[in-house]
């Protein structure tokens, strides 16, 4: 989903709150993605970053983080 100049993985419009899916290159661009957070603070969005791995291996974490701001 396009928010300004940047693709997002997944995003709820209404909450705007966004999911960002990093890969092991993300280790490597650590201020890219610093970056890219402010810039979609700025736009009144909170990113939410988890690994891949993450997904697969920890999703009761992941689910409630994302419920618990859904929830703010």
């Known amino acids: 989903m396009p928010i300004g100049a940047f693709v997002v ?14 890969g092991g ?7 890219y ?11 009144g969005f909170e990113p939410l970053r988890f690994w891949n791995h993450e997904v ?6 992941i689910e409630e983080v994302i419920w618990r701001h859904l929830q703010e």
């Open 9 to 22: 993985d997944f995003v709820c419009l209404e909450r705007r709150l966004i999911l960002e899916l990093d």
């Open 25 to 31: 290159q993300h280790t490597e661009q650590v201020r």
């Open 33 to 43: 993605d610093v970056t890219r957070t402010a810039r979609l603070n700025s736009h």
């Open 56 to 61: 697969f291996e920890d999703w009761d974490t």
